[in-house]
């Protein structure tokens, strides 16, 4: 599903700042990966790589067999519209719409009409146990239903590549709990790849495979082998 | 596929940002609604001119003319003595004032009523068939036929007396009989009478001339072939047109101000487009992590294009139709301010035509609504689509310093300001209006390009002194602007915009006004003016040679020049000619003549053996001291030598003088428009304004001015014709405030976080407050700055370019540094004022709310 090879990526001009250095990293279909490490290990910088949101300055990154940076912009942003669902820290859902267009909205970019893209939306809000909230907008929603709805609309097209950024970062214990159970059960479901960055091990306990960055190096790839939905 | 669901997007931000949405709208509504109304106003004055022409010609294929000055009456009989000449009817046109103290003009037409009512309709009353009593009519030349609307409005019967103003003084009409207001009844708003020519003759001191001859052509022969051979009978002085050439000279008279008002309507469309990108990169700035949040979400850079582009393409549809709804409405107001500068300035009479909607002028209107806001919105909507989306996602903490000074910019934005720089300095004035225009378009994007960097370079510049005055928080403000450029140059742009246009056009005014001083100090220098019009001359009215004999007789006055000021055909347009006695001239005035040898001068324009042309003249027709000037009087050609140039500013399409015997023995013309008086040294202009006064009064419509009252005059005619700019200034004014309230709202709102940090970390609500208002100032001192250095281009653009396009001169470059100086308090005022809510909102921002603001 994912495979990068010889990825390195660095930022600046005068003082040059390495954010990801020579990494090989080939993640199959349908696991569960965690990524770790302290700030400034590199941990966002290859998400935004993978997403195809950002380019590698040496290096290969394949996606579903795609190499990224020969596709176009357009083609990169199509294929995060058709094959990556993406969870922020910070939610980053679209403030002036309601919890259901929300979900709704990545299918509307994909053509389907209102009336059928709303159902499926709402049948997504009945998953993530938010039917009752499904015409309220993001200011009038709690840090974890802002989450549900997140992970409601990155998983609505059935997407191949689960991206998630902290995606209990900004949540109290009790509600990341609830929404790493949520998506765990979710991606079994859907058996999508799942690549989340954490600082949490209680999210990476989630995960089959637990990658541990440093500098923008692998220093530790470790693998598991756990039920779906049972946690630690 | 992609765009309906972006509209979802986009009629959320409209409906959570109404107030800006209807601001924006409103801005091209109001651009539309200037050019549509003008537009209209401008057809319907056409339409009026044309409708007047119609109605004066009647039946008549052709007119045999001789510009203002009239002609021999023996005309009238080679003329009908042309085969193919079915009917020719000679035509005396007066305008003259009643004595009737609130009424205006009246038209008096000079016909031979009998063969006349073959050629134009008159329609009597029921109660009468014919004229009352038509031996009386035709046999007392002080009889008139008068149109029922204005015998109405005084209460006239048949046999009443009309008074009225004649060459002879005011003499009383008898009212012989009415017709009602159709044909030509209809014309002047009613205010229309005949007359017997021959009558006509008489009292308006016309010798044995005629205006104009109307003819018919007979059906054998067609009317170009007449025309040709009347051209070929006639003297050269003679012209042979149809009616609607008539209509043609008359749209001439007035395309000085139809051109202005033209150009103030693009003004106010430019406005416009400034407003759309003001309002667009405001929102782009405010929806700048909702951007990347569309872009993770897979929608493309054309998208996000095209979104925003949509938004502006509606904005303009809903303006553009309200704009024009408003601008039919604001055409009706127009069109009666086009009606009266046209009468009152031009001495062009026209008939009441309600404006009408026009496919065209809709259609064009709309196109050009749509196409400012589509423009206004390209380079945000551009910015907005190339953000990069992780910079968008990220809290405003990591976003990366703005890089105003990018070649990118820089380079395209110079190189326009510089081209267009080049283009309004070299280019001539004959490459056509619309291209003329762009020049300045051109500057104003090229300014905006470097806009950004001009706002970091002048905050820079103003640091020390926001340091001083206004402490820490000055500091702050000044560096909130230099560390974003590119959102304070929303606001700052509104500002160049509107100080631009105010600098600008108060430069303009105070050019052309010192201008027309120089030139009434060298050339309108006589101690008193006796005119028979407050324009100094007129098209009908006119003094004998009497008048000037009279006052002459006056033991105060040492000498007097009459002066014939008329209009006369030239190489397919017109030309004034001022005829006037040139001792008398040049002993007072020979200042004013700037080029040719002043002993040629002297020598041999007194003899009538050359002219002077006024700078306008020359530029116009490409004419130098050494050329000639070749005019055809009715009696015959005059080729004379240009002598000298004189600064002159009378007439728009330039001034020819010559020695007014020359004059009267070439046009067979003595008429006299007004007579400068100069006084014997001592007297007072004021007591022998009053001693003319008196030996006027009762028998002349005379208009008797000091030189100072003159000179005041002069200039409160000036203000009435820059009356459309003051409008402008306005709208300028009106566009810089709405960006100053609407960007400083959403910096506060955008730096909202930035605020909460302040306040967490121990700031008070005073400093924030003041943080704001001090931007707000900050930002005013920038805008004028700025202001200021897009005026120093437009200056040069209006006095060499717009001057020249409209009035035929350039008007020297003066930079207004007190209006300048004077509007930096004013604009920090209203600033201030502006900022004063968001302040407020800023102070009562919850901190941890803010803090916590996604």
New interface residues.
Partial sequence: MIQLTGVSKSYGLGKVVQAVSGMNLQIGPAERVAVMGPSGSGKSTLL?LI?G??GPTAGSVKVDGMELSALS??AR??????KIG?I?Q????????TAL?NVA??L????L??KDAEPRAASMLVRVGLKDRSSHR?DELSGGERQRVAIA?ALIFRPLLLLGDEPTGNLDSVSGEEILRLLDGLQHEYASTLLMVTHNSQAAGYCNRIITLHDGRIVKDERFDRAPATGR | ??I??LW??SS??W??HRLRVLMTTLGIALGVAVFFAVRTANTALLDSLSLTVERLAGKSTLEVTSGETGFPEEVIDTVRATPGVELAEPVIEVIVHSAFADEGNLLILGVDTTGDQQLRQYEFDRSQTEIADPLTYLAQPNSLLLSRAFAERHGLRIGDRLPIFTAHGRKDFIVQGLFQPVGVGAVFGGNVAVMDVYSAQVVFDRGRSFDRIDLMNSRSVPVDELQRRLCARLPAGLETVRPQMRGQALENAVTAMRLGMLITSFIALLVGVYIIFNSFTIAVNQRW??I???????????NVYAMFLGEALLMGVIGSISGIAGGFYLAAAASKVMGSIAASVYGVISTAVAPRLHPVTVLTSFALGVAASLIGAWFPARAASCLD??LA?H?IESRQPESSLGWKRIAPGSALVLVASLLVHFSPSRVGMTLQLSYAAVILLGLTLLLPMLVQGSARLIHPVMDWAGGAEGGLAVDAMVRSPRRSSATVGALMVGLMFVFSTGAYIQSYKHMIGRWTHRMLNSDLVVATSTLLRSTSYHFSEDMGNRISALPEVKSVENVRFTFIPFQGDSAAVIAIEMDGFLARASDAIEGGSSRHVRELLPRGEGVLVSNNFSARWRCRVGGRVRLNAPTGVLDLPILGIVEDYRSDKGSIFMDRALYKKFWKDDAVDFVDVNLKPGEDATLVKRKIERLTSGSEHALVYTNAELRIWIGSLVDQFFLLNYMQLVVAVVVAVVGIVNTLIVSVMERSREFAIVRAVGGYCSQIRKMVLLEAVAISIVGVMVGALAAVFNIQFMSRTVSTVVAGYEVPFYFPWLLVLAALPAVAAVSLLAAWLPALRAMRMSVIEAIGY?
């Fill in positions: 935004n997403c949101l950002d912009d357009d942003t199509r294929l995060r519209r058709e993406m922020f910070t939610f980053n859902l679209l403030p002036t719409l267009e909205f990545p509307r970019l994909q053509g009409a209102k993001p609309r | 596929m992609m309906p669901a979802q997007i959320r931000q409906r959570a992590k909702e990347g949040i569309l872009r993770s979400l897979g929608v493309e850079r054309r989306p992780i996602l809290n996604e």
